[in-house]
Every structure is written in structure tokens, then in C-alpha cells.
């Protein structure tokens, strides 16, 4: 079965340093894969979009790779900051690009200290 | 005003009871979406609509409706609520993309549903 899959432990690391969240994924050959941005008792916000024909995207302090071999994308923050604290879910396209469908993994809870 | 709003924002039922929860929307998207968020299972489909005569079951549909009523209006009804659709549930809208590309979501504030 299709099955996506984050860190369900939270990420602690200190101010400054760089943070990357895992998001594997099984039996999917998705177009393109999206993270998101939840804090609590919010709903998502969009953060970035990569392709299945990208190895990398760039946002400012954030770094996505996807690598359709390994079934595997790498979210970066550079630089964290205490504010960057929240739950940061990976989606994957469900069928094709019209649809515009997403399967959600459960999220991992990064938590930068000061 | 926020873009995507959903009422109420927190319900307390009971079993059986008759539910809805709307959502509404400025953004013009035609799609619009409706998921729940449990602990450790993360967001999932319940229903998709991508324009006003298109709706679509999604992965957990039963003990779910919706009515598309405009554009701008997505409402979802539980028809007779139980204690396991206590959830957090978010609307979400998409703007329809263009040929090769993809479109990321907008999500509402979510409505946070208790059912005893």
C-alpha cells in the first residue's frame, strides 16, 4: 500500500544550526511533492513545491530535495530560529498533476531552542 | 479577513446529532477540499469538489456529505455523528492549474469537533 512517512519524533536542535526533517515515501511515483508549515491550532501554509524532474529547490533559509530513487525528500532550514518552531508536513501528489490531490504525512514537530 | 474561513471553530455534540460545517472562500479557487487531522494519522481527504458539479469521495468518506453550494461554499455534514469523528477539520481551496503545473493548497483556521 501507498505509505508516506516523516519522523514522528520531534526535532530538537539549537538556534542557529540547520534542521532537516526526512519525508520517505512507498509505492508512489508522485509528480511532485509539497512541505507545508502547521502551527498549532492553525491550518497549514504552504512553503515549497518541487518536481519530480528537480533535485533541489531554494526559498530563502529553505532547501528541498527530492530523490525519486531513494523515494526520499530532505527539508532544510538554515539558520534556525526559535520561530521557526512548528509542525512541518511533507504532501505528495495523488495521481496525476490535474488532480492536484495530496497525500499528507503525520508531520514532524521541530523545535528550535534558543 | 483571511481567505479561507470556516464555522464554527470548535463544536461540542453529541452522539447522533446532525452536524455541518461550512466553509467559505474569497481566493476564486474552483477547488476546494475537505480533510480531518487526527494524532499520529495526519491529514486526510474526506471530500473533493472541483467546481461546483464535481464532487469526489476521498479516502474516508463514510459517515460524511458535502454540498457545493457556490463557488465560494464548501459544507460538510456528519448525518448522524459518533465519538471516533471527533477531529480537527480544515477546508482547504486550489486555484485549477495550468497544463503542467501544480498548485499548492490553502487551508482554513480549522473546526475543532467534539462529539461525546
Not at chain 1, 505509505?3 to 526533517?21: H, V
Not at chain 2, 459517515?63 to 482547504?92: D, H, M, W
Request: proline residues 4%; contains cysteine; glycine residues 8%.
Amino acid at each position: 500500500s501507498q505509505k508516506i512517512e516523516q519522523n514522528s519524533e520531534a526535532l530538537n536542535i539549537q538556534e542557529g544550526k540547520t534542521a532537516t526533517l526526512t519525508c520517505n515515501y512507498t509505492n508512489y511515483s508522485p509528480a511532485y511533492l509539497q512541505w507545508y508549515r502547521q502551527d498549532p491550532g492553525r491550518g497549514p501554509v504552504f512553503l515549497l513545491l518541487i518536481r519530480e524532474n528537480e533535485k533541489e529547490k531554494r526559498k530563502e533559509r529553505l532547501k528541498v530535495t527530492f530523490d525519486t530513487t531513494l523515494k526520499q525528500s530532505l527539508f532544510h532550514i538554515t539558520a534556525s530560529q526559535p520561530a521557526d518552531s512548528a509542525t512541518y508536513l511533507c504532501a505528495l501528489a495523488s495521481g496525476g498533476g490535474a488532480t492536484n490531490k495530496l497525500i499528507f504525512g503525520t508531520g514532524t514537530l521541530l523545535a528550535v531552542q534558543p | 479577513d483571511a481567505d479561507v474561513t470556516q464555522t464554527p471553530r470548535n463544536r461540542i455534540t453529541k452522539t447522533g446529532k446532525r452536524i455541518m460545517l461550512e466553509c467559505s472562500q474569497t481566493k476564486g479557487h474552483d477547488r476546494m477540499y475537505w480533510y480531518r487531522q487526527d494524532p499520529g494519522l495526519g491529514l486526510r481527504l474526506i471530500y473533493y469538489s472541483f467546481d461546483v458539479k464535481d464532487i469526489n469521495k476521498g479516502e474516508i468518506s463514510d459517515g460524511y456529505s458535502v454540498s457545493r453550494q457556490a463557488q465560494a461554499k464548501f459544507s460538510l455534514s456528519l448525518e448522524s455523528a459518533i465519538p471516533n469523528q471527533t477531529a480537527l477539520y480544515f477546508c482547504a481551496t486550489s486555484d485549477k492549474p495550468q497544463a503542467g503545473a501544480y498548485n499548492e493548497q490553502f487551508f482554513g483556521p480549522g473546526t475543532r469537533l467534539t462529539v461525546l
